[in-house]
């Protein structure tokens, strides 16, 4: 491989994981409704196998989507006791950087009462980080709320988006000397949709009125916090981490054109449009392709994860190159793929970075790529089933096992990071 086909000096390589998907043990509005729909999902699951639907390579896993243990987080992948195990294996397997959030149910249980146990645990997680090597990016909100948050409205409220700011100064106080990069929202067009408009997620509510103030809210909170950690240190790198999709227009007939432009206007440049002068840089997760032929979702599917996701990686270039308009600095925060059998992730992550290389040469200013997920975690709606882990998880020992794909993105990281 020659020299034009490597990365930029300074390149950041790693993966990301979410405190609730991970660490077990949380308490949040989340964890309440895993126990509450947890019977039903199991229900669904069963409903659907009658027609054949799961693979024996999905049912054979603990749990699976027959179980209802799968749809309850509880120990998750039993993170929080074991961080420095898990990144000491980041650390072996190339990583100079890692995506983490952090659990605002543990830091502030109650409104205005912070938990300094919870607090000096993150510091020492951080820490832990430093000390691997791995730059620490920190999302300050990755979805679950403290009981207190979702009583007085979620994000519906105007209050919690003030109570979000108090929260951030508190954390960017408690770990200003270790963290320079904070995302303060994970993927908010994400959490209305599914929380206020569609209504498969808490609280869930199918309310075009409450989805709209929330996306408000979410955007105000964000810009509210973007000073705020500003004013306590004027180098802080702060973005967001905003999924994408890349509407693809079929051959380019006039009435794809005008669908895609509508999506493009509302899906992925929306809330970046109005928060503009207030990021640093921006986190892209991309997973997914959107082909658009007189309607939407006219994909090929010629390859899928477990999940049936499409996998695309192509269309990674595209969602990059599109936000060229903004001149920020990209990070890729999340890009991944369900794949219990490890069959498609080396090529999934080699044709991703691929896509990565070629929208830097044509002028996307992308400085880091981090695969989605370092562990296999709880996969919020759908349980623990899906495995989309660089470490293979074994739920019932918490066992951890390198997958053959890790080692492939080692490789890759190896081979295209320039020599000193």
Known sequence: MNSM???PKGFLWGAATAAHQVEGGNQNDWSEWEKETAGLSAKKANEINTGMRWPHFILKNYPNPLQEENYISGRASSHYPRYKEDFKTAKSLGHNAHRLSLEWSRIEPQKGIFNSTAIAHYKDVIKSLRKNGLEPFVTIWHWPLPFWVRDQGGWTSSKTREDFVRFTKKVAEAFKDDVRFWITLNEPEIYATNGYLKGVWPPQERNPFSYLASLHNLIKAHKLSFSALKKI????????????????????????????????????????????DSMDFIGLNYYFHNRINSGFNKNENKLVSDMGWELYPDGLYYVLTDLKKYGKP????????????????????????????????????VRGYFYWSLLDNFEWDKGFWPRFGLIAVNYKTMKRTVRKSALAYKKLIKQWTPKD
């Open 5 to 7: 086909e490597q990365f």
């Open 233 to 276: 240190n004027a180098g802080f790198q702060i973005g967001i981490a905003k999924n994408n999709i890349y509407f693809e227009a079929y051959q380019n007939k006039p009435i794809n054109l005008l669908l895609k432009k509508a999506a493009d206007w509302w899906w992925n440049f929306y809330i970046l449009d109005r928060i503009a």
């Open 330 to 365: 990209i990070y890729v925060t999340e890009n991944g793929l369900a794949d219990a059998e490890d069959k498609n992730r080396e090529w999934f992550i080699g044709e991703s970075l691929s896509a990565v290389r070629r929208a830097q040469k044509d002028g996307a200013d």
